[in-house]
């Protein structure tokens, strides 16, 4: 018999897959995985995309407090590992500067309009609540847009 735990991850996993999908990208594809629990290096956030290793997102066991956060958090971490697999993480944050972002925030600004763009609500951005042009602009680079 598993633990009891074991069982409740594995809910979770599922619900958080389940999530991911409907952002209408191809994250297995691309070998990204879902893993339960605080981020080994950077403990105690809702959500962590792993910088190092490029596949894997963890959801932390606070981020399953509120369906809303929770689907925010995923898509947000989700949108982070679309930043990279885009290849165009320069572009990405470049897009962000009108609304007075660069570098890393700019990507973080970016990943909450994406998360929006794919569902999440608006009001629940962790950064910033992003506006219609932005959003719209990174709907633009979803759909394969980058001039």
């Not at 594809?29 to 190092?52: E, L, M, S």
């Not at 989700?78 to 660069?102: E, I, N, T, V």
């Not at 042009?133 to 990174?138: N, Y």
Request: net charge negative; hydrophobic share 40%.
């Amino acid at each position: 018999m598993a633990p009891a735990g074991a069982a409740d991850a594995g809910s979770q996993l599922k619900q958080v897959e389940s999530l991911a999908d409907t952002s209408g990208w191809d994250w297995r594809k691309v070998h990204v995985q879902f893993r339960i629990g605080f981020a080994p290096t950077a403990c105690c956030h809702w959500g962590v995309y792993d910088p190092n290793d490029h596949k894997t997102i963890w959801i932390g066991p606070t981020a399953f407090g509120d369906a809303t956060r929770l689907r925010y958090v995923v898509l947000h971490e989700l949108a982070h590992a679309w930043q990279w697999h885009s290849h165009r993480l320069k572009k990405l944050s470049a897009d962000m500067a009108p609304w007075g972002y660069s570098d890393l925030d700019a990507l973080e600004a970016g990943a909450d309009c994406i998360a929006t763009d794919w569902g999440a609500d608006a009001a629940a951005g962790h950064y910033w609540t992003c506006p219609p042009d932005a959003r719209g602009l990174m709907a633009q680079r979803l759909a394969g847009q980058w001039k």
